[in-house]
T-cell receptor
Framework: AQSVTQPDIHITVSEGASLELRCNYS??????LFWYVQSPGQGLQLLLK??????LVQGIKGFEAEFKRSQSSFNLRKPSVHWSDAAEYFC?????????????FGKGTKLSVKP | NAGVTQTPKFRVLKTGQSMTLLCAQD?????MYWYRQDPGMGLRLIHY???????AKGEVPDGYNVSRLKKQNFLLGLESAAPSQTSVYFC??????????FGQGTRLTVV
């Protein structure tokens, strides 16, 4: 069965420090992968997505993610965190190859930013 | 650009009451979904629809019913609400490409 694992429930980083949020997926073929961000009390905003091609994808707000097939990973990175990045981040994989758009989500990583 | 709109945004129900959550999308998408979000659980798929007049069960369908009478609307019903259904509910839609657009959520509390 497909699954997504986000090993870190909560991460705290200092403002200006670099960030890496981990995501591992389980899927036999090349997956469709996504990172969403959710600010408190808000809906989900798509940060970036990977369908095929270049394994390093750029997203909004200065985020990037790298697809590594050998590690079944799709880690999210940002070189310098801003206080406004404090939110919860969800990694997701397209279910059943993504043909119907429904997603399987990880349990999320909450990011706190220290001044 | 409305996108995906959920009604209502907040609701408090008493155990045993019924209610319907409405999701409307203006993107002419074929696919629509209802998820629930619980702390530490991420989002889990309740039901989904691959087109007008169709519905299918997701991961956690028990206690919910859905209907897709019009392409732009996807209704989620709770016939007899239980405290375990206290959650934040998200609707999403998709054109069939592996990307979904989400509404702002409905926060439901069952007391």
């Amino acid at each position: 069965a497909q699954s997504v694992t986000q090993p870190d429930i909560h991460i705290t980083v200092s403002e200006g420090a670099s960030l890496e949020l981990r995501c591992n997926y389980s899927y036999g073929a090349t997956p469709y992968l996504f990172w969403y961000v959710q600010s408190p009390g808000q809906g989900l905003q798509l940060l970036l997505k990977y369908f095929s091609g270049d394994t390093l994808v750029q997203g909004i707000k200065g985020f990037e993610a790298e697809f590594k097939r050998s590690q079944s990973s799709f880690n999210l990175r940002k070189p310098s965190v801003h206080w406004s990045d404090a939110a919860e981040y969800f990694c997701a994989v397209g279910a059943d190859g993504g043909s119907q758009g429904n997603l399987i989500f990880g349990k999320g990583t909450k990011l706190s930013v220290k001044p | 650009n409305a996108g995906v709109t959920q009604t209502p945004k907040f609701r408090v129900l008493k155990t045993g009451q019924s209610m319907t959550l409405l999701c409307a999308q203006d993107m002419n998408h074929e696919y629509m979904y209802w998820y629930r979000q619980d702390p530490g659980m991420g989002l889990r798929l309740i039901h989904y629809s691959v087109g007008e007049g169709t519905t299918a069960k997701g991961e956690v369908p028990d206690g919910y019913n859905v209907s897709r009478l019009k392409k732009q609307n996807f209704l989620l019903g709770l016939e007899s609400a239980a405290p375990s259904q206290t959650s934040v509910y998200f609707c999403a839609s998709s054109s069939g490409a592996p990307e979904a657009f989400f509404g702002q959520g409905t926060r439901l509390t069952v007391v």
